[in-house]
């Protein structure tokens, strides 16, 4: 079993990728295989509106990084997308990887994959809090939309410094549940 990590922060040491690493983990001691891909690192376009991928056989016309990631994901019995949040929503780079999954509505072959999503922000507040649930929320439907089925979807708040999560026991027991729910 291959589980797939999406990592979306532009950081090095970002709180969400810190989370997504330690999913894997869990993931790999109960058997998977693990990748993760640091979109920010990668050559990647956004989504051209072309719609290509719908008079080819869900080929995107974009030979940049992401062919890579399709295939990996192709490959995958899960997927676990990491973003910050930033300005009440999904980071730029999430979002841009969440449009190119355009191609992929095309393709049979997800209706069995699990994918969760983990979020680490700095704010604490009850409005923003329940603001970016909702984004969160709107991005799983387009998840299941594209055909995954969603295993987990876990907000990481108060983490208003690189690295912070580290000293945040809860916060990472949650990412570990990640990693053991997308493996079942």
Do not use: W
């Not at 050559?43 to 995107?60: E, L, P, S």
């Not at 030979?63 to 295939?71: A, M």
């Not at 995954?148 to 876990?154: A, I, Q, R």
Request: charged share 25%; glycine share 6%; with cysteine.
């Amino acid at each position: 079993m291959k589980i797939v990590g999406i990592n979306t922060s532009p950081r090095k040491g970002s709180n969400s990728r810190i989370a997504l690493v330690k999913a894997l983990e869990t993931a790999k001691s109960k058997g998977a295989d693990t990748v993760i891909y640091d979109l920010n690192d990668m050559n990647i376009r956004t989504c051209q509106a072309d719609n290509y991928c719908v008079d080819n056989n869900g080929k995107c016309i974009l030979d940049d990084d992401l062919q890579d990631v399709y295939k990996s994901i192709d490959e995958a019995y899960g997927v676990i997308l990491a973003t910050p949040i930033y300005m009440g929503n999904i980071s730029s780079l999430a979002k841009i990887f969440i449009d190119r999954l355009h191609c992929l509505l095309r393709v049979d072959n997800l209706r069995d994959k699990k994918f969760s999503i983990i979020a680490s922000q700095a704010a604490i507040e009850p409005p923003m809090y329940e603001y970016i649930k909702n984004n969160l929320d709107i991005t799983s439907d387009i998840f299941q939309g594209i055909g995954f089925e969603l295993e987990d979807v876990v907000l990481l708040i108060g983490n208003e410094n690189e690295e912070a999560i580290l000293n945040k026991k809860d916060q990472l027991d949650k990412a570990v549940m990640v990693g053991n729910k997308i493996t079942r």
